[in-house]
């Protein structure tokens, strides 16, 4: 697995626990950079500013931003599983 894997989240958003939790079964916590918009100022206006909105979670991969938690979900075990 050689991407660059930023998660942007915040702590009290259902969607994102539901992808923190992904990670955890998959053992692939350490593979992803955390990202959280409400503690790190600069991580929103990167979410904004390359994803073009402020949804979360969103996963970026090398760069890119993929967004809904489902298909975060199914792109990390087609990855990690």
Not at 28 to 43: C, K, P
Request: hydrophobic fraction near 40%; charge should be negative; charged fraction near 20%.
């Amino acid at each position: 697995m050689g991407a660059s894997l930023e998660l942007f989240y915040y702590p009290e958003c259902p969607y994102c626990q539901k992808v923190l939790r992904a990670l955890d079964e998959l053992g692939a916590a350490d593979a992803v950079v955390l990202r959280n918009i409400h503690a790190e100022g600069s991580a929103l206006q990167t979410l904004v500013e390359v994803g073009g909105k402020r949804q979360v979670p969103c996963l970026f991969i090398d760069g890119s931003p993929l967004y809904e938690s489902d298909d975060i979900v199914r792109w990390l075990r087609g990855q990690f599983a």
